[in-house]
C-alpha cells in the first residue's frame, strides 16, 4: 500500500468534512501527533488506528483503501497535473510535487522539491525507508545524522531515511531537488 495516497486520502476526509486535527484526536482517542505524522506520511498507521480514523470521519475502512491495490503499467503525469503535498507545514516550508500520483500501488514516490532561498526543514527528522535525492539547479545543505554536507547542481545523496536528516537552503537562490522516497512494506 503506498503510504504518501494513503496519508492524502485521510486529510482529504478530514478537511472535506471541515475537522481539525484536535477534533478528529477527540472523535478517535488517537493523539494529535500520531494523527498529523500519519497525514504527514511519516508513519504508516496499523489496522486498528486506521479503524479508527475511518470512524471518527465516518466513512468505511474499504471506501478509504478502494483503489490503493490497482496498478497501472504506466502512468504519465504531465508537468501541469504535478500534485502538491503539504508535508509538515510546521517544520518546513519546502514545496512537494508528487510525480507519480497516477500509480497509487508503487513502491517509489517521486517528486520534484523547491526549496526557497534560507529556507527549507528547520528540524532534522527521520522516516521509514530509503531516499535519494539528486540537485536539478542550486544548491543545497544536506544535514544527516548531525553532519552538514554542500550538494549542488548535480550532486546526488542516496540514503537510510530512518535516520535524522533534513534539506535546507542557506543561500540566496531557490533551489530544486528530485527525491525519491522507497518506503518499507507495511
Not at 16 to 28: F, H, I, K, Q
Not at 139 to 146: H, K, P
Amino acid at each position: 500500500m503506498n503510504l504518501v495516497e494513503l496519508a492524502s486520502r485521510i486529510k482529504a476526509a478530514r478537511l472535506a468534512r471541515g475537522y481539525t486535527l484536535d477534533r478528529v484526536a477527540e472523535l478517535s482517542g488517537l493523539g494529535k501527533g500520531l494523527l498529523s505524522k500519519v497525514e504527514n506520511f511519516r508513519v504508516t498507521p496499523s489496522l486498528p488506528t486506521l479503524a479508527k480514523f475511518c470512524e471518527a470521519l465516518g466513512l468505511s475502512i474499504s471506501e478509504l483503501l478502494e483503489g490503493l491495490d490497482e496498478k497501472p503499467k504506466l502512468s504519465i503525469v504531465r508537468t501541469n497535473e504535478r500534485k502538491e503535498i503539504e508535508r509538515d507545514r510546521d517544520q518546513s516550508d519546502i514545496n512537494y510535487f508528487a510525480l507519480a500520483h497516477g500509480r497509487p500501488d508503487r513502491n517509489m514516490d517521486p517528486f520534484v522539491l523547491e526549496v526557497p532561498a534560507g529556507g527549507g526543514r528547520r528540524e532534522a527528522m527521520p522516516h521509514e525507508g530509503e531516499e535519494f535525492l539528486i540537485v536539478l539547479n542550486g544548491a543545497i545543505s544536506f544535514e544527516y545524522n548531525g553532519e552538514v554536507h554542500t550538494l549542488k547542481e548535480g550532486d546526488a545523496a542516496y540514503f537510510d531515511a530512518e535516520v535524522d536528516h533534513r534539506v535546507f537552503n542557506p543561500g540566496g537562490k531557490d533551489a530544486r531537488i528530485l527525491c525519491v522516497f522507497l518506503g518499507r512494506p507495511i
